[in-house]
């Protein structure tokens, strides 16, 4: 994705509504999701999001493992409205293709229904469209719409976040949903069957996006949760921004955690720089939490690979919001 | 799209879930949205849907007129739901395309705007992405979620349904957003600024799907509504059965009501008999209402053009859901 592009695009947005909020409408945190007043109760909120997999689909496509996208939708969107700490209620998937197979289309809902069915979420409807000359005959786009709900008193307050807190992160599995326009650049079709770790290119490229839905609710039971953030496009530099208020900075140190194979590897097919490395790719966190420092180790037993990998400190005027030191050696 | 294509998928839908139905989940009517438990109230519920523009989208891509399909989405969302009597909350729009252009971007956003707020409906969210490989360049692919709410007392009843009700029908001022692949193989390219009905085939093409919730709620406030339909794809004949009780048909009288001319013309050149005609187009009846006889006067004098279109019989065993008597001489 040309991040200047998106980023104009949604300044432009927001031009397009130029203050328009419906009264229903309540502040959200980093834009992960939306939240709106639930109906006749004023201690509540619904929350909802739209997101896709990205060019994933492709790979999923060229090599016919339709298995697994529709589940890494379902815990891509149960994630994003897990930011504000909400709980999935309901999703809805678009399903697109260029000639629709049955067989095909089923096998990708059904990844959505069994994700759905693990957060008890109601697989509540869904529209499969047959676009041709949009989509060529094989290919076709996966997007959906989760609405959960959350207590307003259990939004995280990002507002408390102070120099000194440490940062949890839950360790990525993989490309997730995120950065495949690059990974099919750098990994070429004739080598997505060759051997890889154990395994293939292909398996690591289609491993499934995790939903932290449980490790993050387990991490709730014992730390106080001041602010969390979901990393996907933009990365931890621009995730992990959206979700802190502007006095302070997260300093992340590279060499506390381990990055996964497929995406060192990018890294060294593309020689990626700094910028490119925690814009485009997760570098191995799928979530973050900001804990209090004297809370961090039962957080971080809590879950399941969970680990302190940074630090909130103070930001100056000029400073960035997201440092990330890389390991010795990179 | 391949109608018997489409059929197997939602049965392997169907197969998919095998059952499974979270317990917040109401049973909906005719598939047009799904109905959700309001949490905290047992008198009220959400109701979601999701939808696309279809192949409508090639068009304006192709024109560059990217204003209409927004409120195309919404206007047809709106309508979804509004089957079973809700009144929108909130949408999300999900916009991919090949290479992000931020103008055009936000211009088709702006039509979704536009159409949330005369709906006072809260655009909450949605996601834009870049897919280069699935799209090419210059497509694009528009789909959208609504979210609305409805009291369960005010959900139209169905099985009150009984011969001798009038069908009430609100005209339809073109293809509005189904049969698009049809048209675009029945007019090619080449005409599509050529003059049509004192505009251009381009315009009667692009003719806007209408909203037609302030029309129901005016035929509301006059007569008893029984059931309602949505025309989208599946056209008078899929649509209206959906919504009606196993015991009845819909028999509609086509001489009552005028064919829009981008439909007739589709009909004409296609040589379209009466299963594609009312199966894939709209015919020019964009929703049905189904009222008491002694109703009906009231019901359409509340809302510009609707018209009595066709009535209620009794069904025998093996007789079809819902007919159409053409015009005289067509």
Known sequence: MDVAAGNEA???????????????QLEGIGGFAGLFRLPGDDSRALVASTDGVGTKVLIAAELRRYGGV???????????????????????????????????AAEIVRGCAEACR??????????????????????????????????????????????????????AVGLHTNGYSLARALIPREE??????????ADALLAEHPSYYRD???IESVARVKSMAHITGGGLLENVARTLPANVAAVFEQSRWSVPPIVRELVRRGDLDAQERYRVLNMGI???????????AQACSAAPGAKVVGWI???????????????RGE
């Open 118 to 171: 693990l957060h008890d979420c109601a697989l509540l409807g869904g529209e499969t469209a047959e676009m041709p000359g949009v989509y060529s005959d094989q290919h076709f786009d996966l997007a959906g719409t989760i609405v959960g709900i959350v207590e307003l008193q259990a939004l995280p307050k990002p507002h408390e976040v102070s120099p000194g807190d440490a940062i949890v992160g839950l360790p």
């Open 216 to 218: 993050v609710r387990a």
């Open 70 to 104: 529709g589940r890494d939708l379902v815990n891509h969107c149960v994630n994003d409205i897990l930011v504000v700490n909400a709980a999935p209620l309901f999703f809805l998937d678009y399903l697109a293709t260029g000639r629709l197979d049955p067989i095909v």
């Open 313 to 327: 400190e103070e930001r100056g005027a000029d400073a960035p919001h997201v440092v990330v030191h890389p390991a």
């Open 286 to 296: 799928g979530f973050t939490l900001v804990v209090p420092l004297t809370e961090a």
């Open 192 to 201: 997505w069957s060759a051997a890889f770790e154990g395994a293939t290119y």
């Open 10 to 24: 949604v300044a432009r947005y927001r031009e397009v509504l130029s203050g328009w909020r419906h009264a229903g």
